[in-house]
């Protein structure tokens, strides 16, 4: 018969070496979920097979038609609130506060869309500006249109200049119709 003294010198270090695994599962499950994700951070003594490496693959083009399609339907929306903004100062002859808020979410499009193309703020402004709210409202929409047409047509790999552009002639006119209507306000 064991003696209980030799039990529980025995339970001792068998509980630690059970902790000791415990804790270094995480990071075996870890190391094992990261390789099969980016294989640009693993070592080259560390090639992914043929399966991991169609598999990578596979998840970059789905993330890539997904990002096109989130960009297509920001195009969309885009267009949508132009539209919207144009209707409603035809009517009123004004802009509301709802208005404006719909203003400020078709300028966050505009950027997302824009940076997602590669671009960022422009380093010159447009030299030509609408003369008043409604021809900057129409040309809104014009160009929101326009944008559509060319993220819609873009294939997603494809670093767009025009697209670069448009966005930031759209960003500059919603900042132009933002201050002609605090001045009519």
Same mark, same amino acid.
């Given at each position: 018969?064991?003696?209980?003294?030799?039990?529980?010198?025995?339970?001792?270090?068998?509980?630690?070496i059970?902790?000791?695994?415990?804790?270094?599962?995480p990071?075996?499950?870890?190391?094992?979920?990261?390789?099969?994700?980016d294989?640009?951070?693993?070592?080259?003594?560390?090639?992914?097979?043929?399966?991991?490496?169609?598999?990578r693959?596979?998840r970059?083009?789905?993330a890539?038609d997904?990002?096109? =399609?989130?960009?297509?339907?920001?195009?969309?929306? +885009?267009?949508? $609130?132009?539209? @919207? %903004?144009?209707?409603?100062?035809?009517?009123?002859?004004?802009?509301?506060?709802e208005?404006?808020?719909?203003?400020?979410?078709a300028?966050?499009?505009?950027?997302?869309?824009r940076?997602?193309a590669?671009?960022s703020?422009?380093?010159?402004?447009?030299?030509?500006?609408? =003369?008043?709210?409604?021809?900057?409202?129409?040309? +809104?929409?014009? $160009?929101?249109? @326009? %944008?559509?047409?060319?993220?819609?047509?873009?294939p997603?790999?494809?670093?767009?200049?025009?697209?670069?552009?448009?966005?930031?002639?759209?960003?500059?006119?919603?900042?132009?119709?933002?201050?002609?209507?605090?001045?009519?306000?």
């Amino acid at each position: 018969m064991v003696q209980p003294s030799t039990l529980r010198n025995l339970i001792k270090p068998i509980l630690v070496i059970a902790l000791f695994g415990v804790c270094t599962l995480p990071a075996v499950a870890q190391r094992r979920i990261l390789s099969g994700v980016d294989a640009s951070n693993v070592p080259n003594d560390q090639q992914l097979s043929p399966m991991e490496e169609e598999m990578r693959v596979k998840r970059q083009i789905e993330a890539a038609d997904k990002a096109h =399609k989130e960009n297509v339907n920001r195009a969309r929306n +885009l267009v949508a $609130l132009s539209e @919207s %903004l144009v209707t409603t100062y035809k009517e009123n002859k004004q802009l509301s506060r709802e208005d404006l808020k719909k203003l400020e979410r078709a300028e966050k499009l505009v950027k997302k869309i824009r940076d997602d193309a590669g671009g960022s703020e422009p380093e010159t402004q447009p030299e030509e500006h609408p =003369k008043d709210l409604p021809t900057a409202l129409d040309r +809104l929409l014009e $160009l929101a249109d @326009s %944008l559509k047409q060319r993220v819609e047509k873009t294939p997603k790999h494809v670093v767009s200049a025009t697209i670069i552009d448009e966005a930031n002639v759209l960003l500059e006119l919603i900042r132009i119709v933002r201050t002609m209507q605090a001045r009519t306000s």
